[in-house]
Antibody, heavy 119, light 107 residues
């Protein structure tokens, strides 16, 4: 059974940083792309970042480019998102999601971790 | 970036009704479209990929169709468990985008 478990969220002041983690199990980790998708309170889903499984190519939404960094540790089956220079508009639940085979859609999701940016 | 527009934003229907949600892309995305269901307080659930392929375990009352710029998600006979918000997502380009969501309410 595929499982994705996020952690690392919390309350942070504007301009602050956090490192989000997503521990994965139940599949061959390094064979799949992984992504972060966020959802602001009462709003829809917003894709944030993706890292491929093969060559670890990375992709970012314009709204986070230069501030967020996605990475993966295949030896630990863990995905990360380093979030810097946080703004109030980054407040959201951050979901980790696994890509579906060679399709860049998301067949499994974690339960999410809350990031709140406020002074 | 490719923009995805869903309609309607909210719909109210009775149990047993046929329900259709439309998703339009700002440019052609071929068949690179997925649908998700999100219940309140829960993570999204994967329903359909490549516009019309049903994910394993998803009830057969759900179906998807379309290509290019216009797509539909159909629930053939609405059930109480289908109360949720539904999102489309394009994955044609390396900048994935979601529609704004369609909230399905049960009358």
């Amino acid at each position: 059974e595929v499982q994705l478990l996020e952690s690392g969220g919390g309350l942070v002041q504007p301009g602050g940083s956090l490192r989000l983690s997503c521990a994965a199990s139940g599949f061959t980790f390094n064979n799949y792309g992984l992504s972060w998708v966020r959802q602001a309170p009462g709003k829809g889903l917003e894709w944030v970042s993706t890292i491929s499984g093969s060559d670890e190519s990375t992709f970012y939404a314009d709204s986070v480019k230069g501030r967020f960094t996605i990475s993966r540790d295949n030896s630990k089956n863990t995905l990360y998102l380093q979030v810097n220079s946080l703004r109030a508009e980054d407040t959201a639940v951050y979901y980790c999601a696994k890509s579906y085979s060679s399709n860049w859609c998301f067949d499994h999701w974690g339960q999410g971790t809350q990031v709140t940016v406020s002074s | 970036d490719i923009q995805m527009t869903q309609s309607p934003s909210t719909l109210s229907a009775s149990v047993g009704d046929r329900v259709t949600i439309t998703c339009r892309a700002s440019q052609s995305i071929g068949s690179w479209l997925a649908w998700y269901q999100q219940k309140p307080g829960k993570a999204p659930k994967f329903l359909i990929y490549k516009a019309s392929s049903l994910e394993s375990g998803v009830p057969s009352r759900f179906s998807g169709s379309g290509s290019g710029t216009e797509f539909t998600l159909t629930i053939s006979s609405l059930q109480p468990d289908d109360l949720a918000t539904y999102y489309c997502q394009q994955y044609n380009s390396y900048s994935w985008t979601f529609g704004q969501g369609t909230k399905v309410e049960i009358k």
